[in-house]
């Protein structure tokens, strides 16, 4: 009897349940998209704010100064490491080729063109781009972004903008400094440690990196500058969900940027390399 009155399901669940996971496959795509849109969005609304008055000029500042003073020290260390470590490597790869007279100029060229934007775009991405986005995040959540539109003032301008130009202007010169201090631990290692003729390694240098490879790393930290912020900026506006969501907002601030970073990296190191 109770096999007689059950309901035969609906005809219509079959057919649900051959596209859930067309569905499970098309969502991720979606919400990239959506993603992608929202932070462009948002970016375009907030170089618009660039150009209209009152001039944050403060904020502006706070924000140059928490991402590039504040950056100086994790900047330097990552950057004086990375130019032992790379001295270290060329110069017992080179001695194979009785080569090491070389090492000034390989390292020159890998600080200026590759190593100096990319890793100093991460360091900051990982100190400050993450910081942005939790601060943000938690203004949003508390209601602190509504009551500051509540009082007349665009979030957009007021806290944004700010930022966006602080990135763009900070980074080339952390980058700048990437590279000096790098080239400083490369002097240490192969110079004084490894016994490099100082005459050669000066010389290598000035032959090998000329201010086009300058050039290219400060054009590539300025876009990166302007990902990092975009980017940071999207996930915490836009965070919800409590103290979990302001956690995974500044995640996907960190791990969006560093892809988009890489990605960036490459195209413009084509793009730059044949111009």
């Given amino acids: 009897m109770p096999a007689e009155n059950a309901k035969p399901p609906p005809s219509g669940a079959p057919a649900a349940q051959r596209t859930r ?3 499970s496959l098309v969502a991720p795509v979606v919400d990239a998209l959506d993603g992608i849109g929202t932070t462009v969005s948002l970016t ?4 618009a704010w660039l ?3 009152p001039f944050r000029f403060g904020q502006i500042l706070a924000a140059m100064e928490f991402i590039g003073v504040e950056s100086i020290f994790i900047v330097a260390l990552t950057g004086t490491f990375s130019g032992m470590v790379l001295a270290l490597q060329t110069v017992h790869s080179l001695k194979t080729f009785q080569a090491e ?7 020159a060229l890998s600080l200026t063109r590759e190593i100096s934007p990319v890793f100093a775009a991460i360091m900051v991405t990982a100190r400050a781009g993450s910081a942005w986005a939790a601060e943000l995040g938690n203004m949003r959540i508390t209601e602190q972004i509504d009551a500051i539109t509540t009082m007349g003032v665009s979030p957009v301008q007021y806290l944004l903008a700010p930022r966006l130009v602080a990135a763009v202007a900070m980074l080339p010169l952390l980058c700048v400094l990437y590279s000096c201090v790098g080239m400083a631990g490369a ?4 110079v004084e440690w ?3 003729d100082p005459g050669i390694f000066v010389d290598k240098v000035r032959s090998m990196a ?4 300058l050039a290219m790393g400060i054009i590539k930290s300025t876009v990166f500058g302007f990902l990092i912020a975009a980017i940071a900026c999207r996930q915490g506006f836009y965070a919800s969900g409590g103290a979990r969501g302001v956690g995974q907002a500044t995640t996907r601030a960190v791990v969006q940027s560093a892809v988009a970073i890489l990605v960036s990296n490459y195209v413009l190191t084509s793009w730059l390399t044949d111009a």
């Fill in 210 to 213: 000329v201010p086009k490879d």
């Fill in 51 to 53: 150009v209209r008055p």
């Fill in 194 to 196: 490894l016994r490099v």
């Fill in 187 to 190: 002097w240490l290692v192969a």
């Fill in 44 to 47: 375009i609304e907030t170089l």
């Fill in 21 to 23: 996971p067309a569905r």
């Fill in 101 to 107: 007279g070389l090492v000034g100029g390989i390292v």
